[in-house]
């Protein structure tokens, strides 16, 4: 394993009625509390009335931004840094799924400074200070209750940038599984598309000594595997939304990839999907994961994907190496389009190949390719981008 450094300074409440720790939480940063959500489903789904209620019992000031976009954009979070500014706000509580926290991180970013907040995502600024962040996790999905990292979208320029800053990172999440009950099928199916990459993104390399991690992520995807469908069908069965919602979390959250040395590899093309089409991110993901195993595997990987085949699904170890690897991907394929019901290409969903050198451009500009499992030059990816079609 390579040296690393662990640290996850979020504390979590995990299960049913923690939100009576909600005020006690908030007051410890402060009174003034800006709460942020996004279209409206915290309010059909009664979760709104239950915060304000537990606010006004802890005699706070209330202050709120609705209307966060998924796939945020920088138009929200100016404006969410523009109400911190102007109303002296002490700590900020997300109530939703990944955009709503990540565009609310980049809030408690911009708050403290006096320019366009795309400034930050363009690196032109560090990021030293952020206002304190408290979530209420509603979709199980991107991790962003217990990461660092946020990603953003300019609709302008058709960017979508994601950028890790440890001061972002929430101090407090409420993780109650019956939040995510109102989650629809294809949403969950989403976010189960989104964990199960997280994961793989980091399982797929050739270090050799990581057995404790690579064991940890192999359970970590039979239990998206065995719960995703369940929620799908149950969608108040709260052992599946459970056990989601806390894979959910461990997928990203700095312990898997410990040992880990190269960069991931369909976040980077899947975020110029979402930034030029607008699609869900996990979605993106689906259609490119199967592609991209497909193009990672010769006969330098085939090693990983029999671990992954036998470990992950099952397959008879007694096969030879590279058809165990086919029928991993082939498994994965049926995972993701028929147990899952997702859309399985790109033409299915309005996307042609008329962006597919400017997108693969930008995601090899954006960094690591390079140095992913398999490094991949813009070549590659539009060679990934055809295969989606
Ligand atoms: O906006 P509302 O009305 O709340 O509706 C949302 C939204 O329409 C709805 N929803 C959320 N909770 C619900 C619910 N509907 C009913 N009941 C509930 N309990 O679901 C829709 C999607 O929400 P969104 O927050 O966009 O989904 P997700 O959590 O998948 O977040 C996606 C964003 O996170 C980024 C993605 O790129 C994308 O922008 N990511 C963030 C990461 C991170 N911070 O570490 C890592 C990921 O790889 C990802 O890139
Ligand atoms: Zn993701």
């Known amino acids: 394993m390579n040296n690393f450094i ?91 799924g990944g955009s709503v926290i990540d565009c609310t991180k980049f809030i408690g970013a911009a708050a403290f400074y006096d320019g366009d907040a795309w400034d930050i995502l363009m690196q032109k ?121 806390w894979t959910s979390s461990w997928a990203i959250n700095g312990f898997v990839n410990g040992g880990k040395r190269q960069a991931w590899s369909c976040h980077p093309m899947e975020h110029e999907i979402s930034a030029y089409y607008d699609i869900t991110h996990g979605l993106g993901l689906a259609i490119l994961t199967p592609r991209w195993l497909e193009y990672t595997l010769d006969e330098t990987t085939v090693s990983k994907f029999y671990q992954f085949g036998c470990n992950v699904f099952g397959i008879d170890a007694s096969l030879p190496q590279m058809e165990v690897a086919k029928k991993s991907i082939k498994m994965v394929k049926e995972f993701l389009f028929q147990t899952l019901e997702l859309q399985s290409t790109f033409t299915e969903i309005g996307i042609d190949d008329s962006n597919f050198e400017i997108m693969a451009k930008k995601a090899v500009a954006s960094g690591g390719l390079g140095f992913a499992f398999k490094p991949l030059n813009e070549e590659d990816v539009i060679n990934i981008f055809k295969m989606c079609i």
């Open 6 to 96: 662990y640290d996850i300074p979020t504390r979590v409440y995990f299960g049913e009625n923690q939100l009576g720790h909600l005020g006690e939480e908030l007051s410890n940063y402060g009174t003034r509390v800006l709460l942020t959500y996004g279209g409206g489903s915290i309010k059909k789904t009664g979760l709104y009335d239950k915060i304000v209620a537990e606010i006004k019992n802890a005699g706070l000031e209330l202050f709120e931004l609705s209307g966060i976009e998924p796939n945020p954009r920088v138009s929200s979070v100016n404006a969410g840094a523009e109400i911190c500014k102007k109303e002296n706000i002490d700590v900020l509580l997300a109530v939703g």
């Open 125 to 245: 600024v560090s990021v030293e200070k952020c206002l304190p962040i408290i979530d209420i996790l509603t979709l199980a999905a991107t991790g962003s209750e217990m990461d660092c990292g946020g990603v953003i979208s300019n609709p302008e320029t058709k960017d979508k940038i994601g950028l890790l800053f440890p001061v972002m990172q929430p101090k407090v999440s409420f993780l109650d599984p019956t939040s995510t009950y109102t989650v629809n099928k294809y949403q969950t199916a989403c976010g189960a598309a989104d964990m199960l990459n997280h994961i793989m993104e980091v399982y797929f390399n050739m270090n050799q000594d990581l057995y404790m991690l690579d064991t940890v992520m192999e359970g970590l995807m039979k239990t998206i595997i065995k719960y995703a469908p369940i929620a799908m069908k149950e969608p108040e069965n709260y052992e599946a939304r459970a056990n989601l919602m």
